[in-house]
C-alpha cells in the first residue's frame, strides 16, 4: 500500500508561479509511474503530467511549456512546478500512482493510488 501526501496549496495571481509537492510512502517499492491529476469544479479529473521512473515525462497539451513534473528518488517525492498560471489552471490538484509502465497515465481508471488533493486557485 502506498499513502500519497500532498502539499503546496495556495492562491496565485495569473502570470505566477506554485510549487506542488507530494511525499510517497508505505512501500519499499515506490510506483514507477506517478502524475499529477486535477479536477475543477464541475469538471471531470483531468491528468496533467506523469513521469516514468524519475526521468520520462508526458504532458498534458494545456500545460506544456508551463509545468514541469520531477521525482526527487531520494526523498521519494514528486514535484509539479507551475509557472504561468492562468485561471483556467484553478482546481483541486491530486498526487498519483499506478503500477507499471505510464501507458494511460491520464486514464482515472488506470490510477491506483491517490492523495487527498491540494486546492490551487489562480484570480485575474
Known amino acids: 500500500q502506498v499513502q500519497l501526501v500532498e502539499s503546496g496549496v495556495g492562491s496565485v495571481q495569473a502570470g505566477g508561479s506554485l510549487r506542488l509537492s507530494c511525499a510517497a510512502s508505505?512501500?519499499?517499492?515506490?510506483?514507477?509511474?506517478m502524475a499529477w491529476f486535477r479536477q475543477a469544479p464541475g469538471k471531470c479529473r483531468e491528468g496533467v503530467a506523469s513521469i516514468l521512473r524519475s526521468s520520462i515525462t508526458n504532458y498534458a497539451d494545456s500545460v506544456k511549456g508551463r509545468f514541469t513534473i520531477s521525482h526527487d528518488n531520494a526523498k521519494n517525492t514528486l514535484y509539479l512546478q507551475m509557472n504561468s498560471l492562468k485561471p483556467e489552471d484553478t482546481g483541486m490538484y491530486y498526487c498519483a500512482a499506478k503500477p507499471g509502465s505510464c501507458i494511460g497515465w491520464w486514464l482515472v481508471s488506470q490510477i491506483r493510488y491517490w492523495g487527498q488533493g491540494t486546492q490551487v486557485t489562480v484570480s485575474l
Open positions: 508505505g512501500s519499499k517499492d515506490s510506483p514507477q509511474c
